[in-house]
């Protein structure tokens, strides 16, 4: 149950995947990358394949000592090429990161953080770097009060560190926030170990991990005014 007595100071929220089409501008980069390499028979299954490598290899560097998030995709991006026997090129890298500078919000999202504005600060809380999220940031037409960065942190989610320190910036304490998230380890069992309500964005029809405990589950942003409106 969400409680909303006393009114939460902030709403936080995860970026990539929750409030902008990260899954599918990940894919199109990948897609890119490949298309250069000049792998123009690739299946959707292999370039599904490719993109989840990635996006694995990406997760597992984000836990050894800390490097920005730029190096840390295209480190990824090399080893997922090499992986399929595939040489990397001088350009893919930055083809890859073109693909990431600028990535449109679902397409409800914009409607719902303006209608929250007028209840509450807003925050988000993101595993990149602070120039690779700005445009993503702008594209949303919403002022964003707070963009609290990994690098900004020297720590990715699921380090407590990162909460901590955007808390830290944002002038809150745990209890005084809701946080808004997709990924189950990197947000919702982060939440539960730090004891912060948890709204689970459920856009993928995923199961709930026992080790998480979401307050509210929703399947995208539409409703989430509703939610956490607050008349008192």
Request: aromatic fraction near 6%; hydrophobic fraction near 40%.
């Amino acid at each position: 149950m969400l409680r909303l007595v006393p009114k939460p100071k902030c709403i936080t929220f995860d970026c990539y995947g929750t409030l902008v089409q990260w899954h599918q501008a990940l894919r199109n980069a990948v897609g890119a990358v490949l298309a250069e390499r000049s792998v123009s028979s690739v299946s959707d299954t292999e370039l599904d394949g490719a993109v989840d490598t990635l996006r694995t290899l990406s997760m597992e560097q984000q836990q050894r000592p800390y490097r920005d998030y730029k190096t840390v995709l295209i480190s990824s991006l090399v080893e997922t090429m090499t992986g399929r026997g595939l040489s990397p090129g001088p350009h893919d890298g930055e083809t890859l990161l073109s693909f990431l500078r600028d990535i449109p919000p679902h397409p409800e999202v914009p409607a719902a953080l303006f209608r929250l504005r007028s209840f509450y600060q807003l925050a988000i809380i993101s595993n990149t770097d602070d120039d690779l999220i700005t445009g993503t940031v702008a594209a949303m037409g919403v002022p964003i009060d707070f963009v609290v960065t990994a690098q900004q942190a020297k720590a990715y989610k699921p380090n407590h560190r990162l909460f901590h320190y955007a808390h830290s910036v944002i002038g809150v304490t745990p209890e005084e926030t809701v946080h808004v998230g997709m990924g189950q380890v990197t947000d919702l069992k982060v939440c539960h170990e730090m004891g912060i309500q948890a709204v689970w964005i459920d856009r993928l029809g995923e199961n709930l991990h026992p080790d998480c405990s979401p307050a509210a589950v929703l399947p995208d942003l539409s409703t989430l005014p509703e939610l956490l409106a607050f008349d008192a």
